[in-house]
Structures are given as C-alpha cells and as structure tokens.
C-alpha cells in the first residue's frame, strides 16, 4: 500500500523558517512527478510547488516563488520543501502528492495519484 508521510511543521514566527519532508513507501518514486499543496482554513487546497522524476525542473505557485524550494533525493524516496520568510499567510496544512505522469513539473488536483495526510504549519505575526 502506498503512503506518503510528511514530516516537519509546526509553529514559527513571522519571517522564520521550516523544512518539510515527505517520505514515500511502496511507490516508484523515482517515476513520479511530486509536489507540495497547502489548504488553509475555508479555503480550496492549492498547489504550493512541484518537481519532476528527475529533478531537474520545479515549478512554484507565485506566492512562493523566492522564499520556498523543493527538492528530492530518489535514492531515499523522499520529497522536501525548504520554507524560508514565512509569513501568516502561509498558514495551511500541507501535503505531499504524486503524480504518475512523467512529465513537467506542475502538478493539480485532477492529476493526483496519491496524498499524504498533511502537517500544520502555523506562521504567527
């Protein structure tokens, strides 16, 4: 059975930072296109960053860009997501997700094959 565990949230201050993990079992990681969303309370689960098989194209939603980066290690199955400046609007519980199409780097809701069970991040002002 696939599972997708993410790891890392919790609660920082305004302007500090975090870093997820999503570690992945019974799945061909190294296949898959994977990516980060987030949802916040009242809001629609939207997409945070995505990365292709083989790493070498990502993609970030604008609210983003310049302050997270995502990366993956396929040797280790895992999938990571350095969140720097951090700011009360990034509050959200974010999940990891695989795509099993081999292509690109911008995943969505649609397309997703497999989700992990989240982690809160919380960005207090």
């Known amino acids: 059975q696939v599972q997708l565990v993410e790891s890392g949230g919790g609660l920082v201050q305004a302007g500090g930072s975090l870093r997820l993990s999503c570690a992945a079992s019974e799945l061909t990681f190294s296949v898959y296109t994977m990516g980060w969303f987030r949802q916040a309370p009242g809001k629609e689960r939207e997409f945070v960053a995505g990365?292709?098989?083989?790493?070498?194209?990502?993609t970030y939603a604008d609210s983003v860009k310049g302050r997270f980066t995502i990366s993956r290690d396929n040797a280790k199955n895992t999938l990571f997501l350095q969140m720097n400046s951090l700011k009360p609007e990034d509050t959200a519980v974010y999940y990891c997700?695989?795509?099993?199409?081999?292509?690109?780097?911008?995943?969505?809701?649609?397309?997703?094959?497999?989700w992990g069970q989240g982690t809160q991040v919380t960005v207090s002002s």
């Open positions: 997700a695989a795509d099993n199409r081999r292509s690109g780097s911008t995943l969505y809701l649609s397309g997703i094959n497999y």
């Open positions: 990365i292709s098989w083989s790493g070498g194209s990502t």
